[in-house]
């Protein structure tokens, strides 16, 4: 009799460790697909910026294909950034070492820009936010938002660890130690978009933590309330009696989206992007046939770089864009869901909360529902900061899809 209960007891022993090897097969192939997902709508969305930059380049009088070299070598670069950090252990992330390191090399090299020659830091569009080193413009800001999502991240993890939390607590820690560094630094270098960025992450990984739900949805009406009451005050004054470069462009942006009639001097740009993006139609004018590129929107290359594609390829091109993006932020979210750990869920929903409020700030601007922020379109607008940045949260999520579920063994050991 004990003979066969060993025999049943070695079978079932042997069919869960099947049954489980089954599942982790199961699981290993879906993170596979993610993967490979992941890595092919880069690829294509990489692909039309380039046959997009190359269209843009057009409109420039001299050394068109400049531009779109200058692109291509940053997206070679970036690339090589997401190989390195998908094969870089997220895990890494929470020494102490690389945590005071994220945390004090942003500070040190923002205080560093403020004191340096306009020669190294000039002032661009009123923002004193950019490094020039040689032929090529590095903006921390950008750059550091990677940083900043990872510092994020850590907080949120090692309160969730906390049984009985307080939300002023978690307000704090997050409010006071991680972003209004970043707040303070960033508004000194007079770039309004990056903090409204920055501000936009913080919330969404707000809402996935531990806070009070009644803490949010206040936060989020007062937030709503305050912003609305602002815009109230700024159309009613009037462009006339507004002092400011910023107010001026609000208002401006108010009068566009009430009555739309844009001014000459603040609103152009949306305009012209919009008689852009209304000129293509449904099925737009056919690649390099655009005519807004030619000196009529400025900034084509970066901030306004949709009105190009949208112009050339029409509504159903737009739709098709904005489908990738959509997809690549669903694979982003899948990767947080499925990852065990907790810093490894944060910090992938902080990239997928990167990728998808840029890419709704950058076409919200461009087609007149969002005042002007001067944000770019992920993977999409030249600019080596912004691509290395974006292609390296990439390469981060690659690396938490590709591991988490190892270092949850190792916790069940």
Known sequence: MKKET??????????????????????????????SALIMIVFILLSLSIANMFSVSLGLRNDQLGLVKKHSLMIFIGLFLCFL???????????????????????????????????????????????QLGGFAIQPAELFKVSYIILLSNVLAKLDQEKHIKDYKLILSVGAFVFLPYAIFIHLQNDLGAIIHYALITGYLFVLSNISIKIIRLWSLLGGVTMISAFSIIYKIGA????????????????????????????????????????????????????????????????????TFGEEFGFLGMFILLSFYLILYWIICT???????????????GVGA????????????????????????????????????ILSALGICLNINKTSHLFEKKKKK
């Open 6 to 35: 060993a025999v049943h007891d070695s079978i079932y022993d042997k069919y869960q460790k099947l049954q489980e090897s089954g599942e982790e097969f199961e699981k290993q192939a879906s993170r596979n697909k993610r993967s």
């Open 85 to 131: 950090l998908s094969k870089f252990s997220y895990k890494n992330f929470q020494n102490p070492l690389m945590r005071k390191l994220l945390y004090f090399v942003p500070p040190i090299i923002f205080i560093g820009m403020m004191v340096a020659p306009s020669s190294l830091v000039p002032i661009r569009n009123g923002a004193k936010a950019w490094i």
């Open 240 to 307: 006339e009696h507004l002092s400011g470069y910023k107010l001026k462009r609000i208002y401006s942006f108010l009068e566009g989206l009430f009555t739309g009639n844009y001014s000459p001097e603040f609103g152009y740009q949306v305009k012209q992007a919009l008689i852009g993006f209304g000129s293509g139609g449904f099925l737009g004018k056919g690649f390099a046939n655009g005519i807004q590129k030619y000196s009529y929107v400025p900034e084509t290359a970066t901030d306004f770089i949709s009105v």
């Open 335 to 349: 990767i947080s869901k499925e990852c065990q750990d907790n810093f490894g869920k944060y910090l992938a929903a």
């Open 354 to 389: 990167y990728l998808i409020i840029q890419v709704f700030i950058n076409i919200g601007v461009a087609i007149g529902i969002l005042p002007v922020f001067g944000l770019t379109l992920p993977l999409f607008s030249n600019g080596g900061s912004s691509i290395f940045a």
